[in-house]
């Protein structure tokens, strides 16, 4: 939370106060001065609030609610798997590093039976100054600890300058099939997802890559994108980080379907599938197969091998680092490339469906109106990730009908994966929408105006001294977070 210093009049009263408290105890005068001092508070609180509440940057305004709204971030007292307390910055960062690393998986073998998509390929890329500079001038001016220790305001402020002997160097990196090592570290933040704080498997990994890098893996995601698009090699149930396309119309495309067959009085079954670790259990040597069957091939492949190997990560609490571990498997967290390269990776997980199915990334739903051939699609499902080297955690995935009838889901209805039977609801939460089995978004909009009246409580309580157009601003900013569908 942001700070503040008293006044030297609130100060003075403080100290007039203490020293009447001191020799007439609660007395009427002591009582006055209480409610003076309290007076003053408050005014100083409001003119505080006021002068940073309307700053005309949106940034120093986002930023100081965030101050004020959300809670601690700090990484308190950890346990190890013997319960033992953990208390200095550098022994949670080794824990956390241990317990990030533990995604990983080793590419056990090379799986070469993937027919080729395309005759076609990429056959050459543009690292023109002035591409270069166009990218820098665009950059979040942030002064973030990168491995590198080369900020991207810095990039920005100095574009014109840097933008040839960047383009230099980008050149000759793709010539040449090099990285530099700093291009291939990642600093590690670690965020708070849910449970006890203690817990060092309830926390996330952010990471944090080179700014100079991730210009670098624009111009090369830039091109890539263009060559997909041109061959329309992307599945079009995929909707995750690709342009024009985003949870809105995923949900748009999902519920017509859902509509259209209740409407035809048949029930619709969804299994909605969870992955391990997906982002992190990518192996590479199959990633690289697949890469070349989609027409990235020649210097573009041998740069991104370079790109994908000997990558190496470290947790940072406090700016105290952990020791130094090896990214064995995944693609990059925190790059540019890696959510292009995981879609690409996953983009034939549906070619033997007969279902329907929708792809958010690694989120995953096959819904049909016959049970059967759902449970074949998710037979079919457990052979691609056996053969691909990745797992689903039966008991994290979900089942919901969507039923027209008032008698609901049949007895029998079961659906297994892996040998493992997949639970079965009546309320799911879809890429921030609640689905009911009878179609109705009450209980969505109760959920959302429950958590809309808790942010309202919070602002009362944190900028009760603020005027109008300062909760205004807030609603603008926050409650539309909480009501984007």
Request: one cysteine or more; a positive charge.
């Amino acid at each position: 939370m942001l700070a503040r210093r008293h006044s030297t009049a609130v100060i003075k009263l403080q100290k007039t106060k203490l020293k009447v408290w001191r020799r007439e105890g609660n007395s009427p005068c002591y009582k006055e001065l209480s409610t003076k001092l309290k007076n003053l508070l408050h005014k100083e609180d409001l003119d505080f609030n006021e002068i940073h509440l309307n700053k005309s940057s949106p940034k120093a305004f986002f930023n100081f609610i965030n101050s004020r709204y959300k809670n601690d971030q700090e990484i308190g007292i950890l346990k190890d798997a013997k319960n033992t307390q953990v208390t200095s910055d550098y022994m949670k960062a080794e824990l956390l590093s241990n317990c990030f690393s533990n995604a990983f998986t080793e590419d056990k073998s090379t799986n070469t039976d993937f027919p080729y998509r395309t005759n076609h390929f990429i056959n050459s890329l543009c690292f023109e100054p002035f591409i270069v500079e166009s990218i820098l001038s665009k950059l979040t001016p942030k002064c973030n600890t990168t491995p590198d220790g080369i900020p991207a305001i810095f990039l920005k402020r100095t574009c014109t300058s840097i933008a040839l002997p960047l383009s230099i160097i980008f050149r000759n990196s793709y010539n040449q099939a090099v990285l530099p090592s700093f291009w291939k570290t990642a600093l590690v933040k670690p965020l708070h997802k849910k449970g006890s704080r203690s817990d060092p498997n309830n926390y996330r990994p952010i990471s944090l890559t080179s700014a100079v890098g991730k210009v670098m893996e624009k111009m090369v995601r830039k091109s890539i994108i263009l060559f997909l698009d041109d061959f329309k090699l992307l599945s079009n149930s995929q909707y995750g980080f690709r342009s024009k396309m985003g949870t809105e119309s995923q949900l748009l495309s999902y519920q017509n379907k859902l509509v259209t067959n209740y409407l035809s009085k048949q029930t619709t079954f969804s299994v909605y599938i969870d992955f391990r670790k997906a982002f992190d259990t990518v192996g590479t040597k199959k990633l690289l197969i697949k890469l070349e069957r989609y027409g990235i091939r020649n210097h573009l492949l041998r740069w991104l091998e370079n790109f994908l190997s000997n990558r190496t990560q470290r947790v940072i609490i406090n700016g105290v680092m952990s020791e130094e571990k090896s990214v064995l498997s995944g693609v990059p967290q925190g790059s540019v490339l890696g959510p292009l390269l995981f879609l690409l990776f996953v983009n034939d997980i549906g070619d033997n469906f007969n279902s329907d199915y929708l792809l958010y990334a690694d989120d995953l739903k096959i819904f049909s109106t016959d049970k059967s051939s759902i449970q074949r699609d998710l037979d079919s499902l457990s052979t691609w990730c056996e053969n691909w080297q990745m797992s689903v955690a039966p008991n994290k995935c979900e089942t919901i009908a969507f039923y027209h009838s008032k008698r609901g889901m049949d007895k029998d209805t079961k659906f297994t994966i892996g040998g493992a039977t997949v639970p079965i609801t009546s309320r799911i939460r879809d890429l921030g929408m609640f689905f009911t089995s009878d179609l109705s978004f009450s209980n969505h909009i109760d959920t959302v105006l429950r958590k809309a009246h808790q942010r309202v409580n919070i602002f009362f309580n944190v900028l009760r001294h603020a005027g109008f157009d300062t909760f205004i601003k807030c609603f603008i900013i926050y409650m539309f977070q909480e009501i984007p569908h």
